[in-house]
C-alpha cells in the first residue's frame, strides 16, 4: 500500500521537474526569440542611418557624376532623371580643354605634393619636439597650436596680406635692395607658411603627431641613444619610421586639402595655372564667351564634367591608399 503511494508521487515529481524544464526552455526561446528581434531592430536602424548619412554626402556626387553624361535632349527631358537616355562625352573634351587639364592638373599635383612633404617633415618635429622635450613656455605655444586649430583663418587674412604684400625679414630685405618685396601671384607665401608650421591646417597635423608620438614607449629611443645614435638620426631612422600610420594619415589630408584650397590661392592671388581648383570657377565663362552658348542649363552640365574631372585624382587616391588611410586613423592622434 506504501509502494502504491510512493510510486505516483515519484510520477508526479517527475512530471513537474519535466514541467519545470519545459517552462525554461520556453522562457529561454522567448528571450532568445526577444533578443534575435531586438538584435535586428538595432541593425535595420544602424543601416537606415548609415544608408541616410551615405545618401546625404554621396547624392548631391551621384547627380554630378550622372548630369556630366547628359546629353542637350537629356537635359530638357523632364524624364530623365539620374540615367541619361543618350549619353555623350562630349562635355569631357572641352571641359578638359578649357581646364587645359593635364599641363594644369600636373602643376597642381606638383605644387599639392611639395607642400604635402613639407608639411610632413616640419610638423612632425614639432609634434615630436613638444612629445619628447621640456622647454620654457612648452604650455603657452602648445596652447598656440591648439588656437591655430580654433580660429578661422578668415580673421588673419588682413595681417597675411599685408605682411606678404611687403615681404620683409628684420628690414634685411630693405636694407640691401631698397624695399620689400612683394610675393603675391607667386606661390612663395604658401611655402614660407608652410615651412614654419602656419600653413594650412598644420596645428591638427601637429596635433595628431604630438598625440602619436605621446604613445609611442620611451625606451625605442633609450635603446637608440645607448647604441650611440643622435638625436637626428633617432627622430628620422626610428621614431619617424615608427609613427607611419600618423605620416600616412596626415599625408593625405594635407594633399587633398592643398589640392582643393582656394582661400589661400585667391588670397595670394596664385595663378590658375598653378591651382586647377581656382581655374575650374572660370569654365563656364571661357565655354559661354568662346562656344557662344549661353544656356545656363547646359553650362552647368560642363561644370559638372569639369568637377568631376577635378576629384578623380583625389579618388584615385583615397582608392589607392584607404587600407593605409583607415590604419592611420585609428592608431593616429585623432581618435582615443
Request: charged fraction near 15%.
Amino acid at each position: 500500500m506504501n509502494k502504491q503511494k510512493i510510486i505516483p508521487s515519484v510520477n508526479s515529481i517527475r512530471a513537474g521537474i519535466q514541467a519545470m524544464k519545459d517552462d525554461t526552455q520556453f522562457t529561454n526561446d522567448r528571450l532568445r526569440w526577444i533578443s534575435n528581434a531586438k538584435g535586428f531592430v538595432i541593425t535595420m536602424f544602424r543601416l537606415a542611418i548609415i544608408l541616410g548619412i551615405c545618401y546625404v554626402i554621396l547624392g548631391p556626387v551621384i547627380g554630378i557624376i550622372s548630369s556630366s553624361f547628359f546629353s542637350d535632349a537629356d537635359s530638357y527631358n523632364p524624364m530623365v532623371y539620374l540615367i541619361p537616355q543618350e549619353p555623350t562625352l562630349h562635355r569631357y573634351k572641352l571641359a578638359a580643354q578649357y581646364l587645359w587639364y593635364w599641363k594644369t592638373m600636373g602643376s597642381s599635383l606638383l605644387y599639392s605634393a611639395t607642400l604635402m612633404i613639407l608639411q610632413v617633415v616640419m610638423c612632425s618635429m614639432v609634434g615630436y619636439g613638444f612629445a619628447r622635450f621640456n622647454f620654457p613656455f612648452k604650455k603657452v605655444l602648445f596652447a598656440c597650436v591648439v588656437v591655430m586649430i580654433v580660429i578661422p583663418t578668415n580673421t588673419i587674412m588682413l595681417p597675411l596680406y599685408t605682411t606678404f604684400t611687403r615681404f620683409d625679414v628684420f628690414g634685411i630685405i630693405q636694407a640691401a635692395t631698397g624695399s620689400p618685396v612683394n610675393l603675391m601671384s607667386t606661390p612663395v607665401p604658401m611655402y614660407i607658411l608652410t615651412a614654419f608650421c602656419c600653413g594650412l591646417r598644420s596645428g591638427l597635423y601637429i596635433y595628431i603627431f604630438n598625440q602619436f608620438f605621446r604613445g609611442l614607449p620611451k625606451e625605442i629611443e633609450e635603446a637608440a641613444f645607448v647604441d650611440g645614435a643622435g638625436t637626428l638620426y633617432t627622430y628620422f631612422r626610428i621614431m619617424l619610421v615608427n609613427a607611419l600610420p600618423s605620416v600616412i594619415t596626415v599625408a593625405i589630408f594635407s594633399m587633398v586639402w592643398q589640392y582643393n584650397d582656394t582661400f589661400y590661392a585667391n588670397l595670394f592671388l596664385i595663378k590658375e595655372e598653378i591651382i586647377i581648383s581656382k581655374r575650374i570657377s572660370s569654365i563656364t565663362g571661357s565655354i559661354s564667351n568662346i562656344e557662344k552658348i549661353l544656356d545656363p542649363n547646359i553650362l552647368e552640365l560642363y561644370l559638372d564634367a569639369g568637377i568631376v574631372l577635378v576629384m578623380l585624382p583625389i579618388i584615385i587616391i583615397y582608392v589607392a591608399l584607404q587600407k593605409q588611410f583607415i590604419e592611420g586613423v585609428e592608431r593616429s592622434g585623432i581618435v582615443g
